[in-house]
């Protein structure tokens, strides 16, 4: 159940604060009754009616986690350990888009969205995964024109990725270095750099789409609007 003002926003139709003045001014119905309070809840099965046009049933629910270190990204863990729900209060089945590893923090979408999952993670649609990465010792262009090139690590092919260099520090011999990739193949980073003897020290993910975690701490989550929504559709089909 959810209050009747977020079921109309999150179809598109306007704003929370604008469905809110719909109902007290009698333009919505529910299941053929008007309503004008607030603090109706309504389920995907009730049919909704705003100015005479029917909502689409759904119970569709976006999130976009900053998720911390030391979790795990899945619904689950046998061994105990804290998942990414935990962060969430949702009374909905969430699944995590794509993984990160267990070390790895940075921003994971959740959603029961099977179709938008689909386009976000298909290797053909090439979505951007953006990550930050330090590592140990000091990538050469040789290296780096390698990752650029595409790299076969343990017999695995790994696409290519567009790689910069972010920072060096000499004193401590790590660099920084930024990877965007469109496949999502298990540890697909850490095997990479692993390719070119840098080992992985730290790794985050900056940015999915064109989606990041500006105002998020460590821990925190918010949904996507339905404007973001529509433009992660347009964004995967145009690829």
Request: aromatic letters at 4%; hydrophobic letters at 35%.
């Amino acid at each position: 159940m959810e209050r009747l003002q977020k079921v109309i926003a999150n179809a598109g139709i306007c704003s929370r604060r604008k469905a809110e003045e719909l109902i007290k001014t009698g333009h919505v119905t529910v299941n053929g009754e008007l309503v004008t309070q607030m603090g109706v809840t309504v389920k995907g099965t009730d049919s909704v009616i705003v100015d005479g046009v029917k909502l689409k049933n759904t119970n569709k629910e976006y999130i976009l986690l900053n998720k911390p270190r030391a979790v795990i990204t899945s619904t689950k863990d046998p061994e105990g350990r804290k998942t990414v729900m935990d962060y969430i209060d949702t009374d909905k089945r969430l699944y995590p888009v794509g993984r990160l590893d267990y070390d790895t923090t940075g921003l994971v979408l959740l959603t029961n969205d099977g179709e938008l999952m689909n386009l976000l993670t298909h290797p053909k649609n090439e979505v951007d995964k953006v990550y930050i990465a330090k590592v140990e010792g000091i990538a050469t262009k040789e290296e780096i024109r390698a990752l650029e090139k595409g790299i076969v690590v343990d017999k695995v092919h790994y696409g290519k990725a567009k790689v910069h260099m972010k920072k060096v520090d000499k004193k401590h011999n790590t660099c920084i270095l930024e990877l965007t990739i469109h496949e999502g193949k298990n540890h697909e980073i850490k095997n990479m750099l692993e390719g070119i003897r840098h080992p992985v020290i730290r790794l985050h993910r900056e940015r999915i789409a064109f989606l990041d975690c500006t105002g998020l701490n460590s821990g925190d989550y918010r949904e996507l609007s339905i404007h973001e929504v529509k433009k992660l559709y347009s964004y995967a089909n145009k690829k």
